[in-house]
T-cell receptor, first 109, second 117 residues
Framework: GQNIDQPTEMTATEGAIVQINCTYQTSGFNGLFWYQQHAGEAPTFLSYNVLDGLEEKGRFSSFLSRSKGYSYLLLKELQMKDSASYLCAVVDSNYQLIWGAGTKLIIKP | GAVVSQHPSWVICKSGTSVKIECRSLDFQATTMFWYRQFPKQSLMLMATSNEGSKATYEQGVEKDKFLINHASLTLSTLTVTSAHPEDSSFYIC?????????????FGDGTRLSIL
């Protein structure tokens, strides 16, 4: 079966750095998305990785290792508004999105 | 700006009513659109894949006659929740696949919050 694993909940302090991990086992791989979702809102695109390595975009970076079936989202200089759920999703061989359950990130002052 | 428009944002209606939700790609043609449902504090659940000009592909456990999907043009897919009941109350989100070179592969609409009384 296809499976995406990410922690259910994480807590971090404002101004700090947090890394949210995602491991996957899917039938084929055509890229991995990270989305941010605030309660009651649609997901917002953060990053899309299809090749190995780190992609940096402002305070957010995303890393992919296809051989390990692993990705992480790194958030720097955390702000209170970063409190949200972070969703990892993999595009499988049929170009379907396989979703993780999401990681709820709680930022404390 | 938004590249996928979803309408309406909120619907509150009586049990037994049918509700239609529209999903439009604004500046690109989307041969494939996706419909998701999300219950509070749960992950997105794919309901069906909508293909322009053909029948939608439904995920296991999703009733085809309950959730009617029409994708009659390259920029519009609709989801109709027929004879809605309180248990259908949820957050419905559409997304459109973007095949343009260099584009982000998928764009989400803002979602529709459906409340059945």
């Amino acid at each position: 079966g296809q499976n995406i694993d990410q922690p259910t909940e994480m807590t971090a302090t404002e101004g700090a750095i947090v890394q949210i991990n995602c491991t996957y086992q899917t039938s084929g791989f055509n890229g991995l998305f990270w989305y941010q979702q605030h309660a009651g809102e649609a997901p917002t695109f953060l990053s899309y990785n299809v090749l190995d390595g780190l992609e940096e975009k402002g305070r957010f970076s995303s890393f992919l290792s296809r051989s390990k079936g692993y990705s992480y989202l790194l958030l720097k200089e955390l702000q209170m508004k970063d409190s949200a759920s972070y969703l990892c999703a993999v595009v499988d061989s049929n170009y379907q999105l396989i979703w993780g359950a999401g990681t709820k990130l709680i930022i404390k002052p | 700006g938004a590249v996928v428009s979803q309408h309406p944002s909120w619907v509150i209606c009586k049990s037994g009513t049918s509700v239609k939700i529209e999903c439009r790609s604004l500046d690109f043609q989307a041969t494939t659109m996706f419909w998701y449902r999300q219950f509070p504090k749960q992950s997105l659940m794919l309901m069906a894949t909508s293909n322009e000009g053909s029948k939608a592909t439904y995920e296991q456990g999703v009733e085809k006659d309950k959730f009617l999907i029409n994708h009659a043009s390259l920029t519009l897919s609709t989801l109709t929740v027929t004879s809605a009941h309180p248990e259908d109350s949820s957050f419905y989100i559409c997304s459109a696949r973007d095949n343009r070179a260099g584009a982000q592969p998928q764009h989400f609409g803002d979602g529709t919050r459906l409340s059945i009384l």
